[in-house]
């Protein structure tokens, strides 16, 4: 076990502390990414290739998309997940992702992106998308 100033946590407590800060990193890089493909959408760099854009615009609106996207999975993931943070959850962030889904166009973008794997996002969090939007989940791998 290891001792802070508040008390005392557990192994268990710690390894979860790392890996959530694992995953904060790697989703503030992909952030990063995803807004150098959105400031330079001429290059065929972005998880979805060129030739599946009618246009520059619609590339990026897709690009900005994936980034609220990775947002609501990190939110979902963060505080949903963690029992000290449910609140937050339950309260702010739920509300505000079921209000989004029913912006139009969003279930069909959605939708592009999961059930034409274009896009991967974390497993339970494609569900919970599937099913706050009614749509069928697809298959697992």
């Known amino acids: 076990m290891a001792k802070t100033k508040g008390g005392i946590?557990?192994?268990?407590?710690?390894?979860?502390?790392?890996?959530?800060?694992?995953?904060n990193w790697l989703e503030d890089s992909y952030m990063g990414f995803l807004k150098f493909c959105y400031e330079n959408p001429e290059m065929d760099i972005f998880d979805i290739a060129d030739e599946k854009f009618a246009s520059v615009k619609?590339?990026?609106?897709?690009?900005?998309?994936?980034?609220?996207l990775s947002l609501h999975e990190r939110a979902f993931l963060t505080l949903r997940l963690h029992p000290d943070l449910k609140d937050q959850?339950?309260?702010c962030w739920e509300p505000y992702i079921k209000r989004f889904v029913t912006r139009k166009g969003f279930k069909e973008k959605f939708a592009r992106l999961y059930n034409n794997n274009e896009m991967e996002f974390d497993a339970r969090f494609e569900d919970y998308m599937a099913d706050i939007m009614h749509?069928?989940?697809?298959?697992?791998k």
Not at 58 to 68: D, G, P, Q, T
């Open 89 to 91: 959850w339950d309260h």
């Open 135 to 140: 749509i069928p989940k697809r298959s697992k």
């Open 9 to 23: 946590i557990t192994d268990e407590k710690t390894s979860e502390i790392g890996e959530l800060q694992i995953y």
């Open 58 to 68: 619609e590339k990026k609106e897709m690009i900005a998309f994936a980034m609220v």
